[in-house]
C-alpha cells in the first residue's frame, strides 16, 4: 500500500524559478492538505482542498498556488520561489469519519531556495 | 485565534525513564485532540488520539487524557526505549467542513541506552 506519496523528495531551487511538487494517495480520501515545517514552528497549513476541484487557503497561503483536478492528486505551485520559502513540505489526506479523524502524511519534500 | 502550545525540548532520556511532553490548547469549542510522532527521515503518523473530555488516548505504552478543565493533553510514558527517540507533536482538530489540523511547534526526544 503507497498510501501518500510525495514528488520530488528534495530540490533546490534558485531565486525566481518555479516548481510543482506533486502529491498522490490511493486511499481515495476526499480531504487533502499542504503543510510546510519550520524549525520550532511545527507544521503549519499552506492550502487545502475538500474534494475534487475544490481549494481554499490556509495559515500561511501566499506565494504558493494549488489544484485538485483529480481526486487523488494534489499539486502545490511555486511561481517564482524565495528564499523564504525553504523548508520541508508534507502532503497528507484524510476522510472524516466523525470526530478525531486520522490524517495520513507523506514523507515530505526538503525544498532549499538559494 | 486557535493554537496549540507544547513543551519545548529537546528532551534527552535514558532508557526506561519516565517521559512527561505538556501540551495545552485553547479552549474554543471542543477540538478532537491528537499526538503525532515523526521518526527521523519520515512524515508524520497518528501516536494516539481523544475526541472528548476525559478520554485517554493510548498507544505503543504511551497515554495522554484530555482534560478540560485544564485545557491540557500532556503525553506520557512510563518507560522509554531507545526506539521512541522522534519529534513529537500535539495537534487539535478544527470543527469546521475541513478538519484542518493545527499542530504545536513540536518536541525532540533522544532517549540514550
Known amino acids: 500500500n503507497a498510501g501518500v506519496t510525495q514528488t520530488p523528495k528534495f530540490r533546490v531551487l534558485k531565486t525566481g524559478q518555479s516548481m510543482t511538487l506533486l502529491c498522490a494517495q490511493d486511499m481515495n480520501h476526499e480531504y487533502m492538505y499542504w503543510y510546510r515545517q519550520d524549525p520550532g514552528m511545527g507544521l503549519r497549513l499552506i492550502h487545502y482542498?475538500?474534494?475534487?476541484?475544490?481549494?481554499a487557503k490556509g495559515e500561511v497561503p501566499d506565494g504558493y498556488n494549488v489544484s485538485r483536478l483529480k481526486k487523488q492528486n494534489f499539486l502545490l505551485g511555486l511561481e517564482s520561489a524565495a528564499p523564504s520559502q525553504t523548508s520541508v513540505y508534507f502532503c497528507a489526506s484524510s476522510v472524516p469519519t466523525g470526530l478525531g479523524t486520522e490524517a495520513f502524511f507523506g514523507q515530505g519534500t526538503r525544498l532549499t531556495v538559494v | 485565534g486557535n493554537s496549540v502550545t507544547q513543551m519545548e525540548g529537546p528532551v534527552t532520556l535514558s532508557e526506561e525513564a519516565f517521559l512527561t511532553i505538556n501540551c495545552t490548547y485553547t479552549?474554543?469549542?471542543?477540538?478532537?485532540l491528537f499526538w503525532y510522532v515523526q521518526y527521523p527521515g519520515e512524515g508524520l503518523q497518528l501516536l494516539l488520539k481523544?475526541?472528548?473530555?476525559?478520554d485517554k488516548g493510548s498507544n505503543k505504552g504511551f497515554e495522554a487524557t484530555y482534560r478540560k478543565e485544564t485545557t491540557s493533553f500532556h503525553l506520557e510514558k512510563g518507560s522509554v526505549q531507545v526506539s521512541d527517540s522522534a519529534v513529537y507533536f500535539c495537534a487539535r482538530e478544527e470543527r469546521g467542513s475541513a478538519r484542518q489540523l493545527t499542530f504545536g511547534s513540536g518536541t525532540q526526544l533522544t532517549v540514550l541506552p
Open positions: 481523544a475526541t472528548k473530555a476525559d
Open positions: 479552549a474554543t469549542g471542543y477540538p478532537s
Open positions: 482542498s475538500v474534494g475534487e476541484g475544490t481549494t
